[in-house]
């Protein structure tokens, strides 16, 4: 499948800052679901910086924007061609084990209910039917309502009010899964949503270690594995950790976030 993708992120603050350091994670992976044909990343203003890929495979560059300014736009345009792998993550170069992945973080920490949810899946018959498992619970004990949550939701606090978006319900796939003694991660890129699909075109989901596969993602969103619908940009060890777009502003300044994210498909 061939998509195109326009993304639009938008800083704007309240007063002038003296300046903003960003850190971008906006660059499609490179494995065998995915070539990039054409892809562009501009910041108004911005002084590009170094850029380097770092042991999970990810491109990440830096940007400068001198202030003052009171306004950013960050664009991503491109297209990618995809191939539909079924999930796994094939082709994918990285240096970081995968052993590391099971380390929690505050938003992915199992507490007693998420433990208990992710034991349920224990007596699967094999490590892929585990997996497939956790994500199928997730996607019951989580219903995919927009504007429940925030982006500062934990895993724990999204199962216990049984609702959230495919940041909570990604996140908290990654704390069952990590709970027993699954390597888990967090992946955000995009997604060509069709009917009946979490209508986010910015999208998140989770990748498991499975033995003998390797990493195969699962979107509890939308109860599947990513396929040609999907373009991979990053991974981390949840959200805060994957996102696209991290940087600080010089200022007191507040900041508004203004985004549009439009994914289409291209008569090939």
Same mark, same amino acid.
């Given at each position: ?20 350091? !960003? ?10 679901? !995915? ?66 992945? %099971? ?30 498992? %956790? +994500? ?21 606090? =999204? ?7 495919? !940041?909570?319900?990604?996140?908290? %796939? ?19 949503? +069709? ?5 986010? =075109? ?30 991979? %940009? ?35």
């Amino acid at each position: 499948m061939l998509l195109s993708v326009d993304h639009v992120t938008r800083y704007i603050y309240d007063r002038p800052v003296r300046g903003v350091v !960003q850190s971008h994670r906006l660059s499609p992976s490179v494995f065998d679901g !995915q070539a990039v044909r054409d892809w562009t990343v501009e910041v108004s203003d911005g002084i590009a910086g170094g850029m380097f890929r770092d042991g999970a495979g990810d491109r990440v560059q830096g940007w400068t924007v001198k202030g003052p300014v009171r306004e950013i736009e960050v664009r991503v345009t491109g297209t990618v061609e995809t191939v539909d792998l079924a999930g796994v993550l094939r082709g994918h170069r990285e240096t970081v084990p995968a052993e590391v992945y %099971l380390c929690e973080t505050a938003a992915t920490r199992a507490d007693a209910a998420l433990a208990t949810l992710a034991d349920a899946a224990r007596e699967a018959d094999g490590p892929l039917a585990m997996a497939h498992r %956790l +994500s199928a619970l997730v996607s019951e004990a989580i219903a995919y309502r927009p504007g429940t949550t925030t982006a500062r939701t934990t895993a724990a606090e =999204a199962l216990a009010q049984g609702q959230g978006v495919c !940041q909570d319900q990604a996140q908290a %796939l990654i704390a069952c899964a990590r709970h027993v003694g699954m390597p888990a991660r967090y992946v955000s890129g995009y997604l060509f949503a +069709s009917d009946g699909d979490a209508p986010e =075109a910015a999208h998140a989901w989770a990748e498991l270690w499975v033995a003998g596969l390797g990493w195969v993602g699962f979107d509890a969103a939308n109860r599947c594995c990513p396929d040609d619908r999907y373009i991979r %940009l990053g991974s981390g060890f949840d959200a805060v950790d994957a996102a696209p777009i991290r940087g600080t502003a010089r200022g007191n300044g507040q900041e508004r976030l203004d985004v549009a994210v439009a994914v289409r498909q291209v008569q090939q």
